[in-house]
């Protein structure tokens, strides 16, 4: 079992990312803890310099998983679905320059909710055409630089698109691309899935990516989620990517840190026995 947290490497008003800003300060912290690796938040790709990071990261002995790029809708609202066709185009080429920097790090990308939502105006069919469109051409781009990226399915009060893994395995099968899979979210699942289990199960082979949070968003161990069968069931369709902690800084990011790696390890010692 692989794990890391979410660290942003600015600022950033998404709730979720329990580390932000001091970016040496907390990979330290985050490397004492006993994280191999870190999931890196990066609005805007041209605003870090790869080699910086690269060193400050090898220097505490952590990898990058993946690439999160879900600021760039948060902070500039671009998207593949808006109404507006340079902000679709921008979204795209912002995405390309994420996958660049992930082959640096042998990184995957996200998309996560860089695919928007359907403004006013706008059919359901008309967003989902626009998505898959933009998929293909990200996908297209990022296969060049040999990079993968996980569409995660997310829930209903944060877009219209794409909410289960079912529907997540027919985009796969839509945007027809083999670097592109599914990164499954325990908080959106618990909400839109009727077995976490089950949905796991039912994906097996496409999954590139696993985020962990308890029902509340708070850390693995503080909500009602069995994590033990929860990991239980990825190791059984033989998931050997990672296992990435999203949740809310509660009590305080470090509290969260340290618990929710705690849990997930002696959940886990639980199954290996």
Not at 127 to 144: N, P, R
Request: charged letters at 20%; one cysteine or more; hydrophobic letters at 45%.
């Amino acid at each position: 079992m692989k794990l890391s947290i979410v660290l942003s490497t600015h600022a950033a008003s998404f709730a979720a990312v329990a580390f932000k800003g001091d970016f040496e300060a907390n990979i330290v912290r985050i490397a004492g803890w006993g994280y191999e690796g870190v999931e890196l938040a990066i609005r805007d790709p041209a605003l870090v310099e790869g080699e910086v990071l690269e060193q400050a990261l090898r220097a505490q002995g952590l990898r990058v998983p993946a690439i999160g790029t879900g600021q760039a809708w948060g902070e500039g609202r671009l998207s593949f679905t808006s109404a507006d066709k340079s902000v679709r185009r921008q979204a795209v080429e912002r995405i390309k320059s994420h996958t660049q920097l992930a082959k640096r790090f042998e990184a995957l990308v996200i998309i996560g909710l860089m695919r928007g939502v359907t403004p006013p105006g706008q059919s359901y069919d008309q967003s989902m055409q626009w998505l898959v469109e933009s998929l293909q051409e990200v996908c297209t781009a990022a296969a060049a630089q040999g990079v993968r990226l996980a569409l995660e399915p997310l829930n209903r009060y944060e877009t219209d698109l794409v909410h289960t893994a079912d529907q997540g395995l027919e985009l796969l099968e839509q945007v027809g691309a083999d670097n592109l899979g599914l990164l499954l979210d325990t908080f959106h699942m618990n909400i839109e899935e009727p077995s976490i289990e089950a949905s796991i199960r039912h994906c097996a082979g496409h999954i590139f990516h696993f985020h962990v949070a308890d029902s509340n968003r708070w850390f693995p161990g503080a909500g009602h989620l069995d994590f033990g069968s929860i990991l239980g069931a990825l190791t059984e369709i033989g998931y050997t990517g990672w296992i990435s902690g999203e949740f809310l800084p509660l009590p305080d990011a470090a509290t969260a840190a340290r618990e929710g790696i705690g849990h997930l390890r002696r959940v886990a010692g639980g199954i290996a026995q």
